[in-house]
């Protein structure tokens, strides 16, 4: 393994680096105002820097080369430490035009779609002109076993006939939101579990698709971008709208899925690594007991785990990200469990030092901490429960074993 950038990444490093300390850090307050002024809109202070970092090449770092000319061209090596640059700022990577579920959602379409689909709706998204949403969570039932979904999609003529109920919809609350990806059932009896599935192109805007409310995560609304609870009541869209054929929904996802969750983990060490070094400065300034706090042996004990354990799920990312370059996704979906297991748990932990060593102000608004560790506590349910992800991890490394 060689993990040594080369000189065209550590320029990109040293460009994205500039661009979050010129142009990020500096409005993460007048970001969270605009918000607030209109809640469910992208504020105009993103479409500023979207526009700042389109113009500097700064776009679709995600997309691999295979993804033609609105690719950067970046394998998923490559693209790690950016990710982990822009994981800094909970909501960074959208300037970039790097956020989930767009990430996913284009990568979908561009694998998966068809020339119409594409043209419709991959292309506004490369450009960022819109956003979208993927419908698969439901309340009903464990939506962790994708084969429970029951959601319906009916064939009826030219068209398929759409019910069921959706919540924690991450994207559909926005106003810029146009387009779902909705998964649900088109042969429910189907003996074969894993092709009753299908996924479905259904905008936003399409009669019988309601946005109920906005879903909370530890009281955030994480607006703008939202988790929507949205029902289908005799939903039609035209049979153009399925994505490669009925059946293959399960399929799609599980490809969707390995690389959303490794750029998870990219940005959960940056998040970490922002939190380590806000402990650092507090803890260098801040006197008790008559010494500054760095002086306590539990504090530097605790700052010392903190960077062995991020540098441990680095390390882990890159070498998740290095063999999906080489030999595929499937072929390294056992590090991709992994790093999914150790990388939002490890930022937990010290997001979690971090706050305890700010006291009060770390579960204030006043520091990022307290909102970074809530999102940082939904991603061990987002993209598959750690439980999930151990339980398959290791019936695969047993049946290596034993076979």
Avoid at 60 to 75: D, E, H, M
Avoid at 155 to 173: L, P, Q, T
Wanted: proline content about 4%; overall charge neutral; some cysteine.
């Amino acid at each position: 393994m060689n993990f040594e950038y080369s000189e065209k990444v550590q320029a990109l490093i040293k460009r994205v680096n500039d661009f979050m300390d010129l142009n990020v850090f500096p409005v993460e307050e007048e970001m969270h105002r605009q918000v607030e002024l209109d809640l469910w809109s992208t504020p105009p202070l993103m479409e500023e820097l979207k526009a700042k970092a389109k113009a500097e090449g700064l776009w679709n770092l995600f997309l691999p080369v295979a993804y033609g000319k609105y690719s950067a061209g970046l394998t998923n090596l490559e693209y790690a430490p950016l990710a982990e640059i822009m994981g800094k700022v909970m909501w960074a990577s959208e300037v970039f035009n790097c956020a989930a579920p767009d990430t996913g959602n284009m990568e979908v379409l561009a694998k998966y779609g068809n020339e119409a689909q594409k043209k419709q709706w991959l292309e506004p998204l490369l450009e960022g002109k819109i956003r979208s949403a993927f419908a698969m969570t439901e309340p009903e039932v464990a939506s962790s076993d994708a084969t429970n979904i029951e959601l319906s999609i009916e064939r009826d003529g030219d068209e398929y006939v759409i019910n069921g109920r959706k919540f924690y919809i991450s994207g559909a609350c926005r106003k810029q939101c146009e387009i779902m990806i909705v998964m649900g059932k088109t042969d429910p009896t189907n003996s074969n579990r894993y092709i009753q599935q299908s996924q479905v192109l259904v905008p936003m805007n399409t009669p019988g698709v309601t946005l109920v409310r906005p879903m909370k995560v530890f009281g955030y609304n994480d607006a703008p971008e939202g988790h929507g609870e949205v029902t289908f009541t005799n939903v039609r869209v035209p049979v153009e709208n399925i994505i490669v054929a009925e059946g293959k929904g399960f399929e799609i996802a599980q490809g969707r899925l390995g690389p959303g969750r490794i750029h998870h983990c990219m940005r959960s060490v940056g998040i970490a690594q922002r939190a380590l070094d806000l402990m650092c400065k507090r803890v260098g300034e801040r006197i008790v007991f008559g010494q500054p706090m760095i002086k306590q042996q539990s504090v530097r004990e605790d700052i010392a785990k903190s960077a062995c354990q991020i540098e441990q799920a680095r390390l882990m990312t890159l070498k998740a990200a290095q063999k999906m370059d080489t030999d595929g996704n499937k072929a390294a979906k056992e590090l991709i469990a992994m790093i999914k297991i150790v990388a939002p748990n490890m930022s937990l932990d010290v997001i979690d030092r971090a706050i305890q060593c700010h006291g009060a102000v770390g579960v204030s608004q006043d520091t990022f901490l307290a909102h970074a560790w809530a999102g940082q506590r939904t991603l061990r349910l987002a993209d598959g429960p750690d439980q999930v992800h151990m339980m398959q991890l290791g019936r695969d490394l047993v049946k290596k074993i034993t076979e």
